[in-house]
């Protein structure tokens, strides 16, 4: 055990050789976290909106595109996007791939809570904003929406760590994320085990400060 | 691949029903070969579920023992699995336990990977629905004279187990997409079956991975519905 947690200069150096390389793979992690947020959010979004819809029409297929996208691992909609779409002519780098397919993965997701916090604003803020001669876009935009992201802020955030951690998949359609990197190097110099940890911590330095600084932004912007 | 273009004969409990010169499609072959795959998901779920919850357990057994190191750690632990992806978990176990000569085949590395994963998610159910108890219950049965494991056994275990089913449910599911993730440590599970037979049929990925999407929505969605269920049953406060 005392041998194995023994650090010598040598180590250190060979730890530092890594950074170049991970902090390429870190920057385009980010790179796709950010972009497959963004776009999972906008359809949550959209999405919890029309669940809202009276049509029954809506109302099934945003029940078919919720239940089916929360059943389907994330590893097979990136597969979907990156090998069958080809096929139909629409070729995605990996990059793209990645981005889609997360954010479609966790669209439902997305849905989900904010169809919750949309529900858990009282029916009495739309006839108040009636009142006040509000549109009902802007009721939702000026209204609803800012109480319901509110109330389920918490929930939200912790689908931003699983966001970070689903793009992990993606070094499986030859993006090179930070996963990626790590286990390239470790193909070369079979030092699986101290790379796995360096990327681990990674892991966590991403989500600890992004939920820390999540928590806090939530705390001072929705006070009211 | 074996057995496309053979003579099909189904010899099923209701003896020869149907025979014939008629040749599998390649639909049926590629359905009968991933549903066979599919049964990899399968035991791992039944596997993997089982030890989960009493791995969680004993997660939130150590973290409820009031010992301040003890409960740092498995903090720790809980809050460091949540936040890191599976397929890290996996590969350390695949790949970076044997260094220490701690070795596994790929299937059981998978369940052990999935039972350290998921155990944490587990855990968190756990605690929150020991925490969600009003403490006015907790009161009042000290009222009523429970003190210690009797109040645990009777009053608290009870209720935490029912405002826990709805999420244990939702954690099931997650395994079983979680299994998913395996294919890429070479456990020969659907995705994986898929992703080799996408090189002998390229022009086919479409209906491969249309197979696979239906075999995760046929287990997936059922179980969706009856968490949804659960969740209105088991309303406690």
Redesign the interface.
Known sequence: MMALLAISFKDIDRWWSYAPTLWEGLQITLKVSICAMALGLAIGICVAILSQSKNRVIGALVHVYVQIGRVVPELVQVFIWYYVLPDYGVVLTPFMAGVVAIGVAFGPFVAEVFRAGIESVPRSQWEVASVFGYSRARTWYRVVLPQATRNVFPVLSGYVISIFKATSLLSFISLREVFAVARNEAALNFRYFELFTIVMLIYLALAIPTSVGLKQFSSRYFRW | MPGVGKRFVYRGRIGKVWSGDMEDSLFTEFVRTLAAAGRINFSLTLAAFPLTLVFAAALAGLRSIPLKPLQIVVGVYID?I???????HL??VF???P??NIRFDAWTSAVVTMTLHFGAYQAEVYRSAVSSIPVSVREASTALGLRGISRFRRVTLPLAFRISVPPTSNNL?DVF??T??V??VAVQDI?FK??IM?QTYK?D??II?MI??LF??A???P???LTKVLERRFVVV
């Open positions: 460091a949540r936040s890191t992806p599976l397929l890290l590969f350390f790949f970076g336990l260094l220490w599911i997409r979680g998913s993730v294919a890429l995705v898929g992703t996408l022009g990925s479409p991975f696979i999407a995760f929505i287990v997936g969605y179980m969706s519905m």
